[in-house]
């Protein structure tokens, strides 16, 4: 547990976990934290589990569960160079983080020394009319990069801002601005984004293999492919807000397979869609877009779960030592500070299993989606949930590793300590 920031945290990022042949002494994750005191938080976790043993440290607690400390897991430090809230994070490599923020910048951080390498500078948006209702101060439009998206090749990112109803494609190589793609009116109707809507896109996500994105509004989300054409778009019934979206192989037992993409909606659903099926639209419809095929259910009003799912997780248990090989671990994170565990088959989202439950009524207000995944656990934690990151992790490690262990992190100006004594030296 760390006490990370003064304010309401926003936003999480892990950097991807070490391979289980990894050569590395003590296998490392870094925890990067954005929050809306304009910090970004840093961390080193150990990527390996612990053991339940007497000897390590525990939290007090007032509960009848034990909490463990690993003595692994410390601060690295904080970051201060943005000027306004941290609204996303992402850890393209082991070796960059990515944070974006409300000053409309999005800068690129080495992780050896956390020094900044670069910054990417978003124009900020023309005001054009303001809401009756707006009570932002004069000259304080809404301004600022909502999220951002890496494509696999790591050599361009995709970014959606406030008060801009486009997105804005970015050249990783030179860090300027490769092209601006306006949403149109069409796609606009096609997720119900009226006149007195933002339009502006609130999520947006690449898929694995770099060959389609989806960009997430208010109420629904629009898949696009590589040449930027809508392909198909989502959105939920019964109507629902949507807070969250990723991309998961339905396959977990090969890395080629078909991808789904997994959307968490304000009535407690995670819903996985098929973007490869789609649906034509009724005559009477407001946009010629094809609605992408709902595939599967998680949670809801049906399962008695219907608080807001604000963020979520899925693990593939792929290459676990324990448990089926095939199957998913679904983590979600709701605002009454409920963190659920479930286990899905990998077959059910396959369409290989037996389907789930399906309401047979033709009321619009209960959804028709087979429901998927079973509850294994749930834990309370007394406090709004905003934001989830989870990873599986290695094998334990040895205990006496742990308590002997002398490796502390030195702090951020370990090295130029050493660069000025080397200097001192040579002089």
């Not at 002494?25 to 934290?33: F, G, H, N, R, T």
């Not at 954005?34 to 150990?46: F, N, Q």
């Not at 439009?141 to 008060?163: C, E, Q, R, Y």
């Amino acid at each position: 547990l760390f006490e990370a920031h003064a304010s309401a945290i926003r936003c999480l990022a892990l950097s991807p976990r070490p391979n289980a042949d990894s050569t590395e002494e003590s296998p490392k994750v870094i925890l990067a934290s954005g929050a809306t005191d304009e910090t970004i938080k840093l961390y080193s976790l150990s990527a390996a589990s612990l053991e339940v043993n007497e000897q390590y440290p525990s939290i007090p607690t007032l509960a009848g569960n034990k909490i463990l400390e690993n003595p692994k897991n410390r601060e690295l430090g904080t970051l201060l160079h943005h000027s306004s809230s941290i609204s996303a994070l992402h850890f393209p490599s082991r070796s960059k983080l990515l944070a974006a923020s409300e000053d409309n910048t999005i800068s690129v951080t080495r992780t050896r020394d956390f020094a900044v390498v670069s910054t990417i500078k978003a124009p900020r948006p023309k005001v054009q009319g303001r809401p009756s209702g707006d009570t932002a101060p004069p000259g304080g439009s809404p301004s600022g990069v909502n999220d951002f998206a890496v494509h696999p090749s790591m050599k361009l990112m995709l970014s959606v801002g406030k008060g801009e109803k486009c997105m804005r494609l970015w050249n990783l190589v030179t860090g300027k601005k490769a092209g601006v793609l306006s949403f149109s009116r069409e796609i606009l109707q096609a997720v119900k984004e009226g006149k007195w809507s933002t339009g502006e896109g609130r999520k947006i996500v690449w898929d694995s293999k770099g060959e389609e994105f989806a960009v997430a509004f208010e109420w629904g989300a629009v898949v696009f492919g590589i040449d930027s054409t809508p392909i198909c778009r989502i959105f939920p019934t019964p109507r629902s807000k949507i807070h969250q979206m990723k991309y998961i192989n339905k396959d977990p037992s090969t890395e080629e397979g078909d991808e789904l993409l997994a959307v968490s909606t304000e009535d407690g659903r995670v819903i996985f869609y098929s973007t490869k099926k789609v649906q034509k639209p009724q005559d009477d419809d407001d946009s010629p877009i094809p609605y992408a095929e709902a595939v599967a259910e998680l949670g809801g009003k049906a399962s008695g779960f219907p608080g807001r799912v604000k963020d979520f997780e899925i693990l593939s248990l792929k290459g676990e030592a324990t448990g089926p090989q095939d199957g998913f671990l679904a983590v979600t994170g709701n605002s009454e500070g409920v963190i659920r565990v479930w286990y899905v088959p990998g077959k059910d989202l396959a369409g290989k299993g037996k389907s789930g439950k399906t309401s047979k009524t033709t009321d619009e207000k209960v959804s028709k989606t087979p429901q998927v995944g079973k509850l294994l656990d749930a834990y309370e934690t007394g406090n709004r949930i905003t934001c989830l990151k989870g990873f599986v992790m290695l094998p334990s490690e040895d205990p006496s590793s742990l308590l002997d262990s002398e490796e502390e992190f030195e702090g951020l100006d370990s090295e130029e300590e050493e660069e000025s004594e080397s200097e001192e030296s040579d002089a």
